[in-house]
């Protein structure tokens, strides 16, 4: 192994290691710093996870925050990496949370998958606290465009933070899963999209809770979306929303 050396002036004064990636570092505090303007955010227990290949190591890595800080109070001093495979702590004081297996699981089931965002939204815990949907309806005609598949709604109870096993069932037919009680992971090709479908699911369950209270108010129902357009917009997603962005 070579030995380490600092790779600039920002990182002396971080003591990060050379092979440590300043752009993934900072883009999870930008990120964090976008979830916390959105107040999305709740105590320390929210994350972000980025895959990276690093060619320090010859191996895939996880860059994420580690226990006891929140995102909106994260610093590059509290950023660990972790080997994928081994869940090994490469850098960093300490380790993520017990959550982190749940990350990493999603990335290691799915290969096309470079980062998540996991949160513990308000709106989504109250409404799955009274509603209990197992399949989710829109009342938007966007929101269903941005996932890009269904949501992943588990049984009350399911905590996938601590038992993995029920991921390799769901991962490769949803970009989001909702733990009802508990909040919700995102995931996508880069953290933009995993960030996108995070709040973009999270409105949708606010205009829910809207739409519902104005109809009890008024006596009218609510229009939902119906089952043939949010088909057509899960398929339709990659080409009207990243559609530009492809080669």
């Not at 105590?43 to 895939?60: Q, V």
């Not at 495979?85 to 699981?105: A, D, I, T, Y």
């Not at 998958?113 to 209990?132: E, G, K, Q």
């Amino acid at each position: 192994m070579p030995e380490l050396k600092l790779a600039d002036t920002e990182s002396l004064k971080s003591g990060l290691p050379a092979w440590f990636d300043l752009a993934i570092g900072n883009s999870i505090l930008q990120y964090g710093q976008r979830l916390a303007a959105r107040q999305l955010l709740v105590n320390t227990l929210g994350n972000i996870a980025i895959r990276s290949h690093c060619p320090y190591w010859r191996r895939e890595v996880v860059y994420t925050k580690y226990r006891g800080v929140s995102l909106e109070e994260c610093g590059l001093e509290h950023l660990a990496v972790l080997d994928l495979q081994s869940n090994k702590l490469l850098h960093g004081r300490f380790r993520p949370s017990v959550g982190h297996q749940m990350h990493r699981e999603i990335m290691r089931c799915r290969s096309d998958v470079n980062a998540t965002v996991h949160l513990h939204p308000n709106d989504v815990i109250s409404f799955f606290a009274v509603m209990r949907w197992q399949e989710m309806e829109y009342v938007s005609n966007d929101t269903a465009l941005v996932m890009g598949k269904p949501p992943c709604i588990l049984g009350e109870g399911v905590n996938i933070e601590l038992d993995v096993s029920a991921i390799r069932q769901c991962a490769h037919d949803t970009n989001c899963i909702v733990m009802p009680g508990h909040g919700i992971t995102s995931f996508g090709r880069d953290l933009s999209e995993a960030f996108h479908r995070a709040v973009a699911f999270t409105a949708e369950i606010t205009r829910l809770i809207t739409s519902q209270c104005l109809s009890a108010a008024t006596g009218k129902s609510v229009l939902y979306t119906s089952e043939e357009q949010v088909r057509q917009m899960y398929e339709l997603g990659e080409q009207v929303i990243y559609g530009s962005q492809l080669k």
